[in-house]
């Protein structure tokens, strides 16, 4: 949604812009598509007209974009996020596994990435996920075994394994200290 300090009008005329020039369309032919005045949509695009719900869903549709796209605040283009900060959840089954939600799938993509803490004892042992669900696991330091319960691989610092997170899978670290990156996606 968008940011009540952003002018409504700037934000729809950025966003109407840059969205029409990814899709290389021109302000007449965008404006055909939409089923709207070239002058109408040239006012929208220099902040100076004041669109409807409908003309933006008529936008939306003619770009192939989501209706958000062109009301929501853009993110930023470089996000940081340092070490101990970010939402972290931890698991009450294992002796320490933390992580760390370091990037949320945006609106069409189905990908998450965490940072991943965990220290020597009880493993971290996940049920199954949506199927087609895919683990990526980039071992920072310590050492881990990790990948479908029944078929785990020990991880050093550098290396990577990817599996199958529709089935049972495990992290066990062998070392205190063990940081690992994880990307979930399907």
Known sequence: MANASVD??????????RERTRAG???????RRAGIGKSTLSQLESGDGNPSVETL???SVALGIQFSALVDVPRPAVEVIRLGEGPTITAGEADFYAA???????HGTRRDVYLIRADRGRPRISQPHARGVVEHVILCAGRALVGPTE????????????Y????EHIFDALDD?????LLSEA
Not at 8 to 17: C, D, G, N, S
Not at 25 to 31: T, V
Not at 100 to 106: F, G, H, V
Request: aromatic content about 4%; charged content about 15%; cysteine-free.
């Open 8 to 17: 409504p009008q700037k934000l729809v005329a950025a966003a109407l812009k």
């Open 25 to 31: 369309l021109s302000i007449a032919e965008l404006a």
């Open 57 to 59: 869903w008529s936008l």
């Open 100 to 106: 760390t939600l370091l990037s949320a799938a945006r």
């Open 151 to 162: 078929a785990a691989v020990e991880l050093a610092p550098g290396d990577y394994v990817n």
């Open 164 to 167: 199958p997170g529709d089935a």
């Open 177 to 181: 200290g063990t940081i690992a990156v």
